[in-house]
Nanobody
Framework: QAQFVESGGGLVQPGGSLELSCAYS????????MAWYRQTPGNQREGVAS???????NHKDFVRGRFTISKDNAKKMGYLQMNSLNAEDTAVFYC????????WGQGTHVTVSS
């Protein structure tokens, strides 16, 4: 069964950087729009950034200029480079194909704290 495995999270100081990775085990990775989402306790999962089949990207206002989404179709990998992190970025991050029925992965925890 296709699945997503996120990695790269951890504890980072304010102003620091992390790069998240997303490994997809299914087929046709290059046919999908891929997105990163975040979720904080008590809140719904929300989109952070997305990248289309053709490589066009879209970043939400609260991360634009700080985060960059990318992908490697040959490796079936997605990435989220996160710079200038602040405490409000603390969350569990997930990758997924919007509207897909593929189960969500476990996510990767990002904690921004001094």
């Amino acid at each position: 069964q296709a699945q997503f495995v996120e990695s790269g999270g951890g504890l980072v100081q304010p102003g620091g950087s992390l790069e998240l990775s997303c490994a997809y085990s299914g087929s046709s990775f290059n046919m999908f729009t891929m997105a990163w989402y975040r979720q904080t306790p008590g809140n719904q999962r929300e989109g952070v950034a997305s990248i289309s089949r053709g490589g066009s990207t879209n970043h939400k206002d609260f991360v634009r200029g700080r985060f960059t989404i990318s992908k490697d179709n040959a490796k079936k990998m997605g990435y989220l480079q996160m710079n200038s992190l602040n405490a409000e970025d603390t969350a569990v991050f997930y990758c997924h194909f919007p509207t897909s029925l593929i189960p969500w992965g476990q996510g990767t925890h990002v904690t921004v704290s001094s």
